[in-house]
C-alpha cells in the first residue's frame, strides 16, 4: 500500500524559507514521477514540482529557482526547498504519485495521479 506523508508546513515571513518533506512507502514501480502540488485559495490545484526517476526534474513558471525538488533515497523522503517565499506562494502543499515516469506525458492539465498525501500547510505572510 503506497502512503505519502507531508510534513513542514508553518508560517513564514516574505522572503523566508521552508523546507517541506515527503515521506514515502510502499512505493511499487521502479520508475514514477512524484511531485509536490499546492492548492492556493480561490485557485485550481497547480503543479508545483515534478520529479521523475528517469526523465529528470520539472518546475512550474511561477517557481522561478526559488524552488529546489530533491530526493533521498536512503530515507524514502522527497523533498521542496523553498527560498524567498512571497504571500501568493500560500497554500496546502501536497506530494502526489504516479507510475507514469513520463514527464511530457504526465504534465498536463487534469492528469490525475494514482496517489495523495494529506497536504501540509504554507502561509506566508507578515
Known sequence: QVELVESGGGMVQPGGSLTLSCATS???WAHYVIGWFRQSPGKEREAVSLYSTAD??????FVKDRFTISKDNAKNTVYLQMRS???????VYFCAVDEN???????????EYEYWGQGTQVTVSS
Open 26 to 28: 510502499g512505493i511499487p
Open 56 to 61: 529528470g526534474l520539472r518546475y512550474g513558471d
Open 85 to 91: 517565499l512571497k504571500p501568493e506562494d500560500t497554500g
Open 101 to 111: 515516469p513520463s514527464l511530457t506525458t504526465i504534465d498536463i492539465p487534469g492528469y
